[in-house]
C-alpha cells in the first residue's frame, strides 16, 4: 500500500461564494423536474397495461441491457463508443457526489488511497474516455454519415456540450494542480498534462483567473445541461431504463395484444390515445439510433416503411401538439389561432362541431410515416423489435393499426381481401386452390384423431401444407418419418381450420379469435396434449396465443420432434446429400420464438458436407417476405424481399437452401427462380432433406 494518509485537495480552491451555486441550482431542478413532469403526465394518458410483474427478471433485463448494453454492442463501433461516453458519466456522477458528500456533509472520504486510486486517478482516465467517445461518435456521424441516422442540430448540440464539459474539467484540474504546486498531481493523468503545459504559458495569477472563470463557466454549462436533458433525446439515459426494465417478457411471437370485443368501442388504433402507457414510453425510449429501419426487410428493398420513423413522428406529435394528439382541445384553438401545420392536420380534418372537434387527431392520416400503404408493407417478422437496443416494439404498433383499418374501415389490399374472405367461408386463406385437407394422405396410413385412441402427439398440418401443391410433400416426408419412428400420431383432416394467423396478422382480430376458439375447443373435446406442426406460424400461434383462449398443448416445431426422434435413435438416417446446404431462418421460429439448432441438427445430418450460414442467420436473420399476410400480396418488381433473400443465399455457393416453414419455401423457390439465373439451387424443407437421408432404399 501507498502511505497516503494525507492524500486530499482543497475542495473548492480559489472559488468563494459557494451558495450562488444552491442558488442556481434550484432553478435547474425545477426546469429538470418540470420536463420529467411533462413526460410522466403523457404516458399516464396511455391506457392500462401491466408490466411490473417479475421483478427480478426485469432487473435481470435491465443489468443485461441497459448496464451492460448487449444490444447496443452488437455494432462494434457505436456500442464501443456508447459505452466510452455512457460509463465515463457514471463515473464522473459518482466523483461529483464523492464531492458533494465530503464538502456539504462532512465524509472526510476524499481521503488517502481512495482519493488517489478513484478521485484522481479512475475519474481521470474515464473522463479522457469520454472525450474518446464523444470524438468517435462525431466522427461515425460527420464522416461516415449513416443512412439510418437522424441528423439534427440538437445532436451536435450534445456532444458539444459533452465534450466541454470534460474539457473543462480537465482545464480547471490543470491549473488548480499548477497554481498549488499539488504533491498528488502526478495521480490525476490528464489533468498533469494540463498543469505541466500551463506553468510553461502561464503565470499564477493568470491560472488563478483562469481557474474562477471557468469553474463558475463549467457550472453553468453543467447545470444548463442537467435543465435542458428532459427535452432532448438525452433523456433516453431515464426511459432507456424504465422501458427495458418494463419490456415484454414473453417471446416476440407473443407479443400482440388482445381486444375485449365486448368493452372495446373502437377497434385497433388511430390515435394516441388508443395506445397503451408502455407505448407512449416506447416512443420517449427512442435513441435515433436507426437500428429498426436498418434491419427492416420492406425498408431494405426500397419501400416506405421506417419502423424509426413510425416512433419518432408519433413522438414528435405527442411532444409538439400533445392537446390535438390525445383530443384535449379542438384542432383549432379559438383562444390563440394555433392550428397545426398543413403537414401534421389533413385538411378534411377541420373540426365543424365541439363534439369533433375534442376527437383526437387520427394519426393513420395526419402522420405520414403511419400511411396505410406503409402500414400494408411489414411483413411482421419483428426484426425490428430484435434489434432495438432499448427494446420499443415497432411490430405491435403496426398492427394495432392495421387492424383500425380491417376492422374499422374496412380498407386495405385486394388480395388480403381475398383470403380474409377464403379464411372467414372456407377455414383458410387460398381462395382459389381446389385441393382438400386430405389430399397429401393418398397412399399413407394416417388416422384421424376420431379413429385413435391411443394417438400420442396430434400432427397439425395447416394451410400451407395440406392445401398447396409443393408443400404437401413436405408433410408427408414429416408423417413418413413419424410413422418410421413408431410414433402414434393422427390428423384432423377436414374438421382443421386455418390456425388464424394470417387474420391476426393482417389485422382482422375478430377472425382471428373466432378460430381460436373453434380451433381450441376442437382440440380440447380430442383432449389432444402434443402438437407437432411444420408451420412456424402456426406454432408461433399454438404456443404463444392459444393459452389465452384455454388452450394448453405441448407444441413441437416438426424439426424440434424431428431432432429428439434422431437424438433417441428412433430414427436412423442412412446418407446424406453431398452438396453444400444453406439455411434460412423463419423468423417466426427463430427471432420470435428462439429456435435455432434443431432445423439446424437436420441439415447437419442430411448432408454431408458442413452448414453453409448466410451472411444474416439466427436473430439477424432476413425475412422472406411471406409473413404478416405478405405472401398473398403481389409486391412491386424491384421491391420483393425474397428476391433479396434469395439473392443472399445464392451468394453462399450451396446447392440447396434448407427451410423450415410453408410460407418460406413458397417465397424463397419464387425468389431463387428468379435470381439464380445459370444456377441450379434447389429449396427443401428440413423435413425432406431427412427423409431422403432416412427412407429405404430399394435392392
Not at 454492442?73 to 460509463?87: D, K, P, Q
Not at 449513416?146 to 470534460?166: G, H, M, N, R, S
Not at 380474409?420 to 388416422?447: C, F
Not at 423468423?587 to 452448414?611: H, T
Request: glycine letters at 8%.
Amino acid at each position: 500500500m501507498i502511505s497516503s494518509a494525507e492524500a486530499t485537495r482543497q475542495i473548492y480552491w480559489n472559488i468563494s461564494h459557494i451558495w450562488v451555486m444552491y442558488v442556481l441550482l434550484l432553478p435547474t431542478a425545477a426546469i429538470a423536474g418540470y420536463g420529467l413532469y411533462r413526460h410522466f403526465s403523457r404516458w399516464r394518458r396511455g391506457l392500462p397495461l401491466a408490466r411490473f410483474d417479475r421483478p427480478a427478471e426485469r432487473i435481470k433485463l435491465v443489468l443485461k441491457h441497459a448496464v451492460a448494453q448487449r444490444r447496443t454492442a452488437r455494432n462494434f463501433y457505436a456500442g464501443l463508443f456508447h459505452r466510452l461516453i455512457s460509463y465515463g458519466f457514471v463515473i464522473l456522477t459518482i466523483a461529483t457526489t464523492v464531492v458533494a458528500l465530503d464538502a456539504d456533509f462532512g465524509t472526510a472520504i476524499m481521503r488517502g488511497n481512495f482519493y488517489l486510486y478513484f478521485q484522481s486517478f479512475i475519474v481521470d482516465i474515464f473522463g479522457a474516455l469520454v472525450m474518446v467517445g464523444v470524438g468517435m461518435a462525431a466522427a461515425r456521424r460527420y464522416l461516415k454519415r449513416p443512412k439510418q441516422l437522424i441528423y439534427t442540430d440538437e445532436a451536435t448540440l450534445i456532444l458539444v456540450a459533452i465534450f466541454l464539459l470534460c474539457l473543462q474539467g480537465f482545464l480547471v484540474e490543470g491549473w488548480r494542480i499548477a497554481a498549488t504546486n499539488d504533491p498528488w498531481g502526478a495521480w490525476s493523468p490528464f489533468g498533469n498534462i494540463f498543469a505541466r503545459a500551463s506553468r510553461a504559458l502561464m503565470s499564477v495569477e493568470a491560472m488563478g483567473w483562469a481557474h474562477w472563470g471557468t469553474w463558475w463557466f463549467h457550472l453553468v454549462v453543467s447545470f444548463a445541461f442537467i435543465a435542458w436533458l428532459p427535452y432532448t433525446k438525452m433523456m433516453h439515459i431515464i426511459t432507456a431504463p424504465l422501458n427495458i426494465y418494463t419490456a415484454n417478457l414473453a417471446p416476440l411471437g407473443a407479443s400482440l395484444k388482445t381486444i375485449d370485443f365486448e368493452k372495446t368501442e373502437s377497434f385497433g388504433v388511430n390515435s394516441l390515445k388508443g395506445f397503451t402507457w408502455k407505448d407512449l414510453l416506447d416512443f420517449d425510449a427512442c435513441t435515433e439510433c436507426g437500428r429498426c429501419t436498418a434491419v427492416c426487410p420492406a425498408h431494405t428493398v426500397g419501400k416506405e416503411l421506417s419502423p424509426r420513423d413510425i416512433v419518432l413522428q408519433l413522438r414528435n406529435l405527442m411532444h409538439e401538439h400533445p392537446r390535438d394528439a390525445f383530443g384535449l382541445i379542438s384542432t383549432m384553438d379559438t383562444a390563440n389561432g394555433n392550428k397545426l401545420p398543413a403537414s401534421t392536420t389533413p385538411a378534411d380534418h377541420e373540426p365543424t362541431t365541439d363534439k369533433e372537434a375534442r376527437k383526437p387527431l387520427p394519426i393513420i392520416s395526419a402522420v405520414p410515416a403511419t400511411s396505410p400503404i406503409a402500414l400494408w408493407q411489414c411483413t411482421t417478422c419483428a426484426a425490428c423489435m430484435e434489434a432495438c437496443p432499448v427494446f420499443i416494439e415497432q411490430m405491435p404498433k403496426i398492427v394495432d393499426m392495421r387492424r383500425y383499418l380491417v376492422m374499422e374501415e374496412a380498407e386495405f389490399p385486394d388480395s388480403m381481401q381475398d383470403a380474409i374472405m377464403s379464411l372467414e367461408k372456407r377455414g383458410h386463406p387460398y381462395s382459389g386452390t381446389q385441393a382438400t385437407r386430405l389430399d397429401w394422405t393418398e397412399g399413407l396410413n394416417v388416422k384421424h384423431l376420431s379413429e385413435t385412441k391411443d394417438a400420442e402427439v396430434l400432427l397439425w398440418v395447416g394451410c400451407g401444407g395440406a392445401l398447396i401443391e409443393r408443400n404437401q410433400r413436405v408433410t408427408r416426408a414429416t408423417a413418413q418419418l413419424l410413422g418410421q419412428a413408431g410414433v402414434r400420431f393422427a390428423i384432423l383432416g377436414r374438421e382443421e381450420k386455418c390456425s388464424g394467423d394470417p387474420a391476426r396478422r393482417i389485422g382482422n382480430e375478430f377472425l382471428f379469435e373466432t378460430l381460436a376458439k373453434e380451433n381450441v375447443g376442437n382440440l380440447n373435446k380430442y383432449e389432444v396434449k402434443k402438437v407437432i406442426t411444420a408451420c412456424p406460424h402456426c406454432f408461433n400461434t399454438f404456443k404463444n396465443e392459444y393459452p389465452q383462449y384455454g388452450g394448453k398443448f405441448e407444441v413441437y416445431h416438426h424439426s424440434e420432434y424431428l431432432a429428439k426422434l434422431v437424438a433417441e435413435g428412433k430414427l436412423k438416417p442412412l446418407d446424406g446429400v453431398d452438396q453444400k446446404i444453406t439455411f434460412h431462418d423463419p423468423c417466426y421460429l427463430g427471432r420470435q420464438n428462439g429456435v435455432y439448432d434443431a432445423p439446424r441438427e437436420l441439415v447437419q445430418i442430411s448432408s454431408r458436407q458442413s452448414l453453409i450460414e448466410m451472411e444474416r442467420s439466427r436473430n439477424k436473420s432476413f425475412c422472406c417476405g411471406g409473413g404478416g399476410g405478405m405472401s398473398f400480396v403481389d409486391e412491386p418488381a424491384g421491391q420483393r424481399v425474397n428476391q433479396e433473400r434469395a439473392q443472399e443465399a445464392i451468394d453462399t455457393g450451396a446447392g440447396i437452401l434448407a427451410v423450415g416453414c410453408p410460407f418460406c419455401l413458397t417465397m424463397m423457390e419464387d425468389g431463387i427462380n428468379a435470381r439464380k439465373g445459370e444456377r441450379d439451387m434447389k429449396v427443401l424443407d428440413v423435413s425432406e432433406l431427412l427423409w431422403e437421408a432416412s427412407k429405404p432404399r430399394e435392392i
